[in-house]
């Protein structure tokens, strides 16, 4: 008898949970993404979305409503009632016996959860501590795939370090970008921020790209370039930027204090242009 | 409130089974083994235990006892009852709410299938077509890890092109090893199997070393060395290795038909000798 054992407890295959039985699981089988409200209005859902869709046909996980999956999402924040909502979600290619290759009629599996974001604004003035780590990750990080132990790795050692996030670098010497962020940098001289053009090396981040733009409404233009880890600790001010949190600024690298060893002025007047667009969002 | 929903089902976070909390389907955060039983006795059994045991350090999940995890593997094996039993078995970080970060008193979680294994005495006759694919994988493939996305997906191409397995070629031209296989080369002049020296680029394979025990029992020497997929086609002889299906020759590689297009001499020799290594492990 087909037969599977949960921590201590043996028990048939066929009285196993569904899941399981989920790809996510066995593989890694599937791609997520996570959304945010801002006193209880989403932002940039359908961008989010559009990058889920495609993250979805880059694995080739066919069938999806996305259309149906917004409505899921706002149902479930809607349930959730919170102002400041974070929103996970992922959907796996489905559940069956482990076997690389699916079976032609599974049905994918949808898992969203909402909880409650808390902003950290301490780290928003005084900035946060970054150590480099080895890119150990795969060679599609423009896919936002279940895959993440490198992402995992990287944080637990960071950590060990005394910082937030850990900066990852590629074989080639130059920073992709940050484990759960995407990674900037000013010159105040040159009027520039300074990010890594997209690429398989990393994920088309949707912060990134608000990023850019109130970079450009702050006066300041975009370079899209890769910089080294000794590069990126000479700018005049670093930040990272992910989601849940917007903009970060970055006081310390690898030990190194950067800019004032606080948030840097640039990055201050990038965070109140970041909070002016969060506000034409939720009024638009 | 905390809230989750699994496909259409909206319901309390803390009402979520426990499974949906792992850290194995958010971050493919866990180790794994595939182990088989030939006639009822488990094969190589604490070699496997031994990779585990280094998989489970490298990605730093502490406090299993691998001594239990043998235990368990027999006792679920012997509820089992197959003669001929495929066994996996993975070990995860532990449960919680998604984040990067591990809680400090996290507890790891076992999961374990027992399954019939069905030999194919058609494939290891004949030969199975296995076509090239760009390896896309984490830069640390020597850990057995559940982030095996790039495997499935390479896999999957490999369907689509009527191939058995999929070669993996990595940027620098040359193959790592097969998405789910250990891949050997003949140079039947030279009475040389060549195959991938270890490195972070590929698995320890177990079966792996197993046939260079076997090729040195048939006369074989063996050399450690990568190919390209150029090389690879010109070999007299192609195979691949692993615990599942041991030794199966390869008639077609990237359309190119190998040797005789069946199961070449050597193959045949060394898959004798392998019936031999399984025999005496079973007396011993």
Known sequence: M?????????????????????RG????????????SYDGRLFALDE???RFDRSLREIQIAGV?????????LSAVDAGGYANAKIYFHITRGSGMRDHLPA???APNFLLTVSELHDDP???????????????????????????????????????????????????????????????????KEKTVITRPLGHEILPSITRSMVMQVARNAGLSVVEKALTPTQAAQCDELFIAVTTKDIVPVAEFDGIKIGNGQ????????MAEFRTLIKKASHS
């Open 263 to 270: 948030c840097g002025e640039w990055t201050a007047r990038l």
């Open 65 to 73: 409503d996305i259309e149906s999956v917004k409505q899921k999402v």
């Open 122 to 188: 301490d780290a928003k003035q005084t900035g946060i501590a970054v150590v480099t780590h080895p890119d150990w990750r795969w060679k599609r990080c423009d896919i936002k795939s279940l895959n993440l132990l490198a992402n995992v790795l990287a944080r637990i050692e960071a950590q060990k370090k005394g910082a937030d996030e850990a900066i990852l670098v590629g074989d080639d010497g130059v920073i992709t970008e940050g484990a759960m962020s995407a990674f900037f940098a000013i010159d105040g």
């Open 104 to 106: 032609r009629d599974m």
């Open 2 to 22: 087909d037969i599977a054992m949960i921590n201590d407890q043996i028990l048939p295959v066929a009285d196993l949970p569904g899941a399981y039985l989920d």
């Open 25 to 36: 699981l066995y593989f890694g089988d599937g791609v997520y993404e996570v959304v945010r």
């Open 48 to 50: 989010h979305l559009a």
